[in-house]
């Protein structure tokens, strides 16, 4: 129980891999926050979270894109539970084309929802937990954001821009001893990935030495040693969670 007493936020977490990280975090003792854009699921992810760990746990709506959305959010939960202790910034779309074909409805889309997004709540959650003087900010890249990949420009852009993020960060708030840093993901089984053809599948499959894909749980495993105190003296790090495929 490494986060008792700790207040956690994370975006996305009405499935996949945000409510994985959600379930794990409350299992370590946190208070979780789920904050999510579909109401319903979020709402979901915080009952289970109170009935399976008779742990505190509340929903919130909200569009991750949206300054005032993810602001007020951020001073709900701090009035509810006192502080904000680990930020999660999960909440991720793809609107995958080539460069040639795609909208630039797309391209703005991806980059705000994912990238603007993780910045929205890191500047809402910052002035508490600098005010507190600790606190733990990780957010989900991809290691798309380290290859690049044909066919998600804006994703992989996004994804990249959010180690730009992760690397300021945390060197902007390390004096005040909040640390910064992120997990890059490879291929991992969620309804995101589930949208794929089978032939895509089997060739990213194929490139995973650890010769299976990820599951959210992998992923979670890798947050919560982030989040918690195990590395606490880990800034500005991307940990890839990719069974190996790039190295
Ligand atoms: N699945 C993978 O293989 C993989 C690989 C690398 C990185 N990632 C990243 O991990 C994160 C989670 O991915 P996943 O596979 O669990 O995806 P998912 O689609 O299963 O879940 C994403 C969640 O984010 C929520 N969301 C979407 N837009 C939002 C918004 N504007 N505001 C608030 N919430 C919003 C969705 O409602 C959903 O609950 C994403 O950032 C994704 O890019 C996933």
Not at 20 to 26: K, S
Not at 110 to 119: D, H, P, Q
Not at 139 to 161: D, F, M, P, R, W
Request: proline fraction near 2%; hydrophobic fraction near 45%; charge should be negative.
């Amino acid at each position: 129980m490494v986060l008792t007493e700790r207040v956690a936020l994370i975006t996305g977490a009405g499935r996949g891999i945000g409510k994985a990280v959600a379930l794990r975090l409350a299992a370590a003792g946190a208070s979780v926050a789920a904050v999510d854009i579909e109401a319903e699921a979020a709402a979901g992810t915080a009952e289970e979270i109170r009935e399976t760990f008779s742990a505190t746990s509340s929903s919130f709506a909200c569009d991750v894109s949206d300054y005032g959305q993810a602001a007020s959010v951020v001073e709900e939960v701090i009035g509810k539970y006192g502080s904000l202790d680990i930020l999660v910034n999960n909440a991720g779309i793809t609107r995958d084309s080539l460069i040639m074909r795609m909208k630039p409805d797309d391209w703005d889309l991806v980059l705000r929802v994912n990238l603007t997004g993780a910045f929205n709540f890191t500047r809402a959650a910052a002035r508490q937990m600098t005010k507190q003087r600790s606190g733990s900010i990780v957010n989900i890249s991809s290691v798309v954001g380290l290859t690049g990949n044909a066919g998600q420009a804006n994703y992989a852009a996004s994804k990249a821009g959010l180690i730009g993020l992760t690397k300021s960060a945390a060197k902007e708030f390390a004096p005040r001893g909040v640390r910064v840093n992120a997990v890059a993901p490879g291929f991992i089984e969620t309804e995101m990935t589930s949208r794929l053809a089978d032939e895509v599948k089997e060739q990213w499959h194929r490139i995973i030495p650890l010769g299976r894909g990820g599951t959210a749980e992998d992923v979670a495993s890798a947050v919560l040693f982030l989040a918690g105190p195990d590395s606490e003296y880990l800034t500005g790090q991307v940990i890839q969670v990719d069974g190996g495929m790039v190295m």
